[in-house]
């Protein structure tokens, strides 16, 4: 099979994240045989690789430090901390992985699932930092699948004051990319591919299954 390296893509808000240890991990990923345990560490990495690129664009402020050497001016984080929000179950998957890369960040968790048979998504619970609108949010989800639980979560986020916010996901579909920037094109997706499409049931294709099943060793 003739095979091209996947391109950087920077583009209408979305960023697909080519480097080569990205691609190798995930290819590791999609395999159906790779164990559970091995499928949380690969997702844990991928997330740390995704989040350096998701955060880009963090603000900066000078600050004066002493080094061993001598005093100089310096660079760190500028404002409150960053706010990590897991799309509940799967999600956190990938949250344990930004948490290694910013320890001190805060979290919220926002807890879909999809109807069987609508693939709309039910809400069940919300939990967020109180000044959660003050700071640049993060949102994980391994699977940008068909786009409706990344949109009834940001909805969710706008309405308790979020105005700044990055999506991040392991995989994503062309569908779920167009739901997702249609009703929230201020909001920027960071992935590591997208994939050909959607199957009849929602599910990505060729994809790598149920992310959460996968994860968790469920069923």
Request: glycine share 8%; with cysteine.
């Given at each position: 099979m003739d095979m091209t390296q996947p391109a950087a893509m920077h583009d209408e808000g979305v960023v697909v994240v080519s480097h080569p240890l990205v691609q190798h991990k995930l290819t590791l990923?999609?395999?159906?045989?790779?164990?559970?345990?091995?499928?949380?560490r690969l997702a844990?990495?991928?997330?740390?690789l995704l989040g350096y690129e998701a955060m880009r664009d963090l603000p900066l402020e000078a600050v004066e430090i002493d080094t061993p050497m001598e005093r100089m001016q310096a660079w760190r984080l500028a404002?409150?901390?960053?706010?990590?929000?897991?799309?509940l179950r799967a999600g956190n998957?990938?949250?344990d992985g930004l948490?290694?890369?910013?320890?001190?960040?805060?979290?919220g968790h926002v807890g879909l699932y999809r109807d069987p048979e609508?693939?709309?998504?039910?809400?069940?619970?919300?939990?967020?930092?109180?000044d959660v609108g003050n700071r640049i949010c993060l949102v994980v989800d391994p699977m940008l699948a068909t786009g409706h639980s990344a949109v009834a979560a940001i909805d969710r986020l706008k309405q308790a004051?979020?105005?700044?916010?990055?999506?991040?996901?392991?995989?994503?579909?062309?569908?779920g990319i167009a739901c997702l920037r249609k009703a929230h094109p201020d909001v920027r997706i960071v992935t590591c591919a997208i994939d050909r499409g959607?199957?009849?049931?929602?599910?990505?294709?060729?994809?790598?299954g149920d992310a959460g099943d996968r994860l968790f060793g469920t069923k």
């Open positions: 990923l999609r395999e159906r045989h790779t164990s559970t345990g091995e499928f949380r844990r990495e991928l997330s740390l404002g409150k901390k960053l706010c990590l929000i897991s799309i998957g990938i949250l948490l290694d890369l910013v320890p001190s960040a805060r979290v609508t693939l709309e998504p039910v809400e069940y619970y919300l939990k967020l930092p109180d004051g979020c105005a700044r916010m990055v999506f991040v996901c392991l995989l994503a579909s062309p569908e959607l199957d009849e049931h929602g599910y990505i294709r060729p994809g790598l």
